[in-house]
């Protein structure tokens, strides 16, 4: 199976000043978001990456620029049900500001019925995100193996739902999920269930990452570790 790593976008001027972006045009990482970027582009070196997966938006291709500076022949792609939620008439609004809006609690109590004022369904933004996760893993596996790892570049509320569903939780508990600008989230698909490897890693060591020979095993691939198993080392 192969590895999908969930990262998201760096820093923006948006980020740091409180301002929900959306689909605003010029968001850009900030100072900060492309040091950001570097230092993750530093801990993927040992990772070899079959493809880049980004949402559209200037921040997440950024991101992905940053990278594949080093590495021009892997081949990268954007895709747009990976773009942000389309907020409507939150866009471009304080955040402290809308944490007054009515809608506001229903987005955080009750996201699986939220829908943003002239703007998307949080259900919607979290099915067209799975969806294209999934049906990228599945192309990446048919086309270089079940070892082979790739990127998707996206943004904190996609990348939450994402990790939701992988872990069988229902959307309404997705808040519970924290994602960090250029973040790491890690999730393989097998034919019964995804594995989460890791959520929100801003730190540690990706090489072990690296696709690596498997031992022969008895059991299959879909099959987890009882006990928890020796980890990735």
Same mark, same amino acid.
């Given at each position: /199976? %192969?590895? !999908?790593? @969930?990262?998201?976008? +760096?820093?923006?001027? &948006?980020? $740091?000043?409180?301002?929900?972006?959306?689909? /605003? %045009?010029? !968001?850009? @990482?900030?100072?900060? +978001?492309?040091?950001? &970027?570097? $230092?993750?582009?530093?801990?993927?070196?040992?990772? %070899?990456?079959?493809?880049?997966?980004?949402?559209?938006?200037?921040?997440?291709?950024?991101?992905?620029?940053?990278?594949?500076?080093?590495?021009?022949?892997?081949?990268?792609?954007?895709?747009?049900?990976?773009?942000?939620?389309?907020?409507?008439?939150?866009?471009?609004?304080?955040?402290?500001?809308?944490?007054?809006?009515?809608?506001?609690?229903?987005?955080?109590?009750?996201?699986?019925?939220?829908?943003?004022?002239?703007?998307?369904?949080?259900?919607?933004?979290?099915?067209?995100?799975?969806?294209?996760?999934?049906?990228?893993?599945?192309?990446?596996?048919?086309?270089?193996?079940?070892?082979?790892?790739?990127?998707?570049?996206?943004?904190?509320?996609?990348?939450?739902?994402?990790?939701?569903?992988?872990?069988?939780?229902?959307?309404?508990?997705?808040?519970?999920?924290?994602?960090?600008?250029?973040?790491?989230?890690?999730?393989?698909?097998?034919?019964?269930?995804?594995?989460?490897?890791?959520?929100?890693?801003?730190?540690?060591?990706?090489?072990?990452?690296?696709?690596?020979?498997?031992?022969?095993?008895?059991?299959?691939?879909?099959?987890?570790?009882?006990?928890?198993?020796?980890?990735?080392?």
């Amino acid at each position: /199976m %192969p590895t !999908v790593l @969930l990262v998201r976008h +760096g820093r923006t001027t &948006a980020n $740091a000043s409180g301002v929900l972006a959306g689909w /605003m %045009p010029e !968001v850009h @990482l900030d100072d900060t +978001g492309a040091e950001q &970027a570097s $230092a993750l582009a530093a801990r993927l070196a040992a990772v %070899p990456l079959a493809t880049v997966v980004s949402s559209p938006l200037p921040r997440c291709v950024e991101t992905a620029d940053v990278l594949l500076a080093t590495r021009p022949d892997v081949p990268r792609c954007t895709d747009e049900r990976l773009a942000e939620a389309r907020y409507g008439d939150w866009t471009g609004r304080p955040l402290r500001e809308l944490a007054r809006d009515k809608a506001w609690r229903v987005v955080q109590d009750h996201p699986s019925a939220a829908v943003f004022p002239g703007g998307e369904a949080m259900a919607g933004v979290a099915a067209r995100a799975v969806a294209s996760v999934r049906e990228h893993d599945r192309m990446v596996g048919e086309e270089h193996g079940d070892g082979a790892v790739w990127v998707a570049v996206s943004h904190g509320d996609v990348i939450k739902a994402v990790l939701a569903d992988a872990l069988g939780l229902h959307l309404d508990h997705f808040q519970r999920i924290v994602v960090d600008p250029c973040s790491v989230s890690v999730i393989r698909y097998s034919p019964l269930r995804p594995f989460v490897v890791r959520m929100n890693d801003t730190a540690a060591s990706l090489a072990g990452l690296a696709p690596r020979r498997r031992r022969r095993r008895a059991r299959r691939s879909s099959d987890a570790d009882v006990g928890g198993g020796a980890g990735s080392s």
